[in-house]
């Protein structure tokens, strides 16, 4: 294992500590370990997120103006705990409520509900929405149903436009909701990736085999086979995105009115011709800049060919898994709300436009 730490078991802490130096308008805490804007989100709904580390920039390099207020790191592929979550809420909630945006891996969901289930205690609304667009799979050893990938991104941006906009907490849950429901995404890799702690690679790939249909926390995928061409695992992804059929499922929220957790219903859209999209190329943390837009190259021809534009677009990387070479596609399906929402200024450590 050759990487850039001092002791595994502080890897987070010591990252923590270089991000709070290089970014002085952004405050980090230790101990529960959270990042927050400074000042909190007081006259308004505050958006909280977070996860394992070893994913950045997601999540702290996310917190900003006009994207999340907080976000709580965990160890390396390992959720936060509900202790950082509270301690996060607390820190930047005023009285219009807090979203938690989550992805669905089982350690996330339980720790963020046990989180909210504290600061309502508290006296201070939460609404939790679940991030589920991986197509790949219905469910994992990490997940109850479709993993969480790089809607995630988008709902993040998305939610924290609506919260500056003004909107309320059940506007903002249904906004997240929406994005939710209108994304899909699919990843792959190339190479395994090795955690600190392990110290030995999440799964043995040979030097002519590709994985297809990853998670990020280096979980194998759903088919292993000789590596192709940039432009056929571009077609693969692609194709296996843009022809998903629509998926059902139950998805634990708090219903307010009951004052319990409830199993709410829902359903993603089917892409079709004439339909306009944010796409992005993720690369997994290995892949050069160069290579993913060979892979986007390939995208927005497959688009053209579905009749699907592609009005906005990422290319690098912003979900990654540790130094996994590999990438995802994401497609989010945009009408006006969700566009104007993405386009709004945002200033972030990792995202950035419009100041």
């Keep these: 294992m050759k990487k850039l730490i001092n002791n595994a078991e502080d890897v987070?802490?010591?990252?923590?500590?270089?991000?709070?130096?290089?970014?002085?308008?952004?405050?980090?805490?230790f101990d529960p370990n959270f990042v927050a804007v400074a000042g909190?989100?007081?006259?308004?709904v505050a958006v909280i997120s977070g996860g394992g580390s070893g994913h950045e920039p997601l999540h702290g390099g996310f917190v900003g103006m006009g994207m999340l207020d907080a976000a709580c790191p965990g160890q390396v592929f390992t959720s936060p705990t509900p202790d950082q979550m509270y301690a996060a809420g607390k820190a930047v909630a005023g009285d219009k409520g807090i979203l938690q945006i989550v992805k669905n891996y089982t350690g996330d969901v339980l720790n963020f509900q046990m989180a909210a289930d504290l600061l309502r205690d508290d006296g201070i609304e939460v609404r939790n929405v679940i991030i589920d667009d991986d197509v790949a799979l219905k469910?994992?050893?990490?997940?109850?149903?479709?993993?969480?990938?790089?809607?995630?991104?988008?709902?993040?941006k998305v939610c924290g436009a609506a919260s500056r906009e003004g909107y309320d907490l059940n506007q903002m849950a249904a906004l997240c909701r929406k994005v939710n429901t209108y994304g899909k995404s699919m990843g792959m890799a190339l190479t395994s990736c090795t955690t600190p702690q392990n110290g030995k690679p999440s799964f043995d790939l040979g030097a002519d085999e590709m994985e297809i249909g990853i998670g990020i926390h280096g979980e194998p995928g759903v088919e292993r086979s000789k590596i192709k061409t940039a432009d056929k695992i571009t077609e693969a992804l692609a194709t296996r995105i843009l022809t998903d059929e629509a998926y059902t499922?139950?998805?634990?929220?708090?219903?307010?009115?009951?004052?319990?957790?409830?199993?709410?219903?829902?359903?993603d859209i089917t892409f079709a011709k004439g339909d306009e999209v944010i796409a992005i190329v993720n690369g997994m943390g290995g892949t050069?800049?160069?290579?993913?837009?060979?892979?986007?190259?390939?995208?927005?021809?497959?688009?053209?060919?579905?009749?699907?534009?592609?009005?906005?677009?990422?290319?690098?990387?912003?979900?990654?898994?540790?130094?996994?070479?590999?990438?995802?596609?994401?497609?989010v399906k945009v009408d006006e709300e969700i566009l104007r929402f993405y386009d709004a200024p945002v200033k972030t450590p990792a995202l950035r436009w419009g100041v």
């Design 12 to 29: 987070t802490v010591e990252q923590l500590r270089g991000f709070d130096r290089a970014h002085a308008d952004i405050d980090v805490q």
């Design 40 to 44: 909190g989100a007081k006259d308004r």
């Design 139 to 156: 469910d994992s050893l990490y997940t109850a149903g479709r993993r969480g990938l790089g809607t995630t991104l988008i709902a993040e």
């Design 249 to 267: 499922r139950e998805l634990s929220e708090w219903d307010a009115d009951k004052g319990d957790w409830v199993e709410v219903e829902t359903t």
């Design 288 to 331: 050069p800049l160069s290579e993913l837009y060979t892979v986007y190259a390939k995208l927005a021809e497959i688009a053209d060919q579905h009749g699907i534009s592609i009005v906005r677009n990422l290319v690098g990387n912003y979900i990654t898994s540790l130094e996994m070479a590999g990438m995802s596609i994401t497609l």
